[in-house]
Nanobody, 119 residues
Framework: QVQLVESGGGSVQAGGSLRLSCVASGYTYSRSCVAWFRQAPGKELEEVARIFSDGRTTYADSVKGRFTISKDNAKNTLYLQMNSLKPEDAAMYYC?????????????WGQGTQVTVSS
């Protein structure tokens, strides 16, 4: 059974940093497409960053230069380093992983971790 568990969310002032983690069990991140999404109240789910199976990364324009997605295959952990946080970054953050590697069909999801950014 695949399980993704996020952690690292919290409350931070604007300009601060947080690092989110997503530990996988029953699943391996190597050669898989994985991503971070977020959803703020009243807004649609938004993809924040993605790592393709070949290691390429993509970012939403709103987070480019501030967020970094990475993974540690040995620890089976996905990370999202978030710097220079803004109030508009506040949301529930979810990690997602593909079901059909190397495609990016995100069928596995974590339960989410809350990020709050105060101005």
């Amino acid at each position: 059974q695949v399980q993704l568990v996020e952690s690292g969310g919290g409350s931070v002032q604007a300009g601060g940093s947080l690092r989110l983690s997503c530990v996988a069990s029953g699943y391996t991140y190597s050669r898989s497409c994985v991503a971070w999404f977020r959803q703020a109240p009243g807004k649609e789910l938004e993809e924040v960053a993605r790592i393709f199976s070949d290691g390429r990364t993509t970012y939403a324009d709103s987070v480019k230069g501030r967020f970094t997605i990475s993974k540690d295959n040995a620890k089976n952990t996905l990370y999202l380093q978030m710097n220079s946080l803004k109030p508009e970054d506040a949301a529930m953050y979810y990690c997602a992983a593909t079901v059909s590697a190397p495609l990016c069909d995100f069928g596995y999801w974590g339960q989410g971790t809350q990020v709050t950014v105060s101005s």
